[in-house]
T-cell receptor
Framework: GQQLNQSPQSMFIQEGEDVSMNCTSS?????WLWYKQDPGEGPVLLIA?????ELTSNGRLTAQFGITRKDSFLNISASIPSDVGIYFC???????????FGTGTRLKVLA | DAGVIQSPRHEVTEMGQEVTLRCKPI?????LFWYRQTMMRGLELLIY????????DSGMPEDRFSAKMPNASFSTLKIQPSEPRDSAVYFC?????????????FGEGSRLTVL
């Protein structure tokens, strides 16, 4: 099935550093969701975005709905060890309920 | 409120056996989704329901897979007969109906191993 391109695929960062990741597509989306998945668990919803240009925060996390509606960005400020996990984006096209998921960004935080 | 509840959490079975995975969506949610997650293919949508009616099953890999939603609080995904390549984590998710797409809430998943 179709997947969205996420980058980077994985990253090692030092505790306290800021993290940026993005999700891109050739298609236009009406909704973007960002999830975090811990090993052995289901994806947990972090942030939902519904309008182009929208910037939404959830604690140390900030996500943006790209102006072109073909991309979205997630930033984590002052990373901590519990930020370790896989981050997924998901996009939804107009007129459908078939969310398409990104390939994931695996984050590892070095204490 | 309870989240999406799936059972079993883990299932190990032998090739050829029937497997039934169960899901209880969040109360009041109109949509229910079944996803499969593998290292190679990531999260794939298998089928989704709206108000208990299957809307799109184009992601169901073969006739060996079937899904039902007899009422608003219960759904099953059945694989018969199972094959080793069906080994994966199967997630159920639910959402409310909204014009711009509802937020998807996932269960903990059912990890299936077919020997």
């Amino acid at each position: 099935g179709q997947q969205l391109n996420q980058s980077p695929q994985s990253m090692f960062i030092q505790e306290g550093e800021d993290v940026s990741m993005n999700c891109t597509s050739s298609s236009i989306f009406n909704t973007w969701l960002w999830y975090k998945q811990d090993p052995g668990e289901g994806p947990v919803l972090l942030i939902a975005l519904y309008k182009a240009g929208e910037l939404t925060s959830n604690g140390r996390l900030t996500a943006q709905f790209g102006i072109t509606r073909k991309d979205s960005f997630l930033n984590i400020s002052a990373s901590i060890p519990s930020d370790v996990g896989i981050y997924f984006c998901a996009g939804l096209k107009s007129g459908t309920y078939k969310y398409i998921f990104g390939t994931g960004t695996r984050l590892k935080v070095l204490a | 409120d309870a989240g999406v509840i799936q059972s079993p959490r883990h299932e190990v079975t032998e090739m050829g056996q029937e497997v039934t995975l169960r899901c209880k969506p969040i109360s009041g949610h109109d949509y229910l989704f079944w996803y499969r997650q593998t290292m190679m293919r990531g999260l794939e949508l298998l089928i989704y329901f709206n108000n208990n009616v299957p809307i799109d099953d184009s992601g169901m890999p073969e006739d060996r897979f079937s899904a039902k939603m007899p009422n608003a609080s219960f759904s099953t995904l059945k694989i018969q007969p199972s094959e080793p390549r069906d080994s994966a984590v199967y997630f159920c998710a639910s959402s409310l109906d909204r014009m711009d797409g509802g937020e998807l809430f996932f269960g903990e998943g059912s990890r299936l191993t077919v020997l």
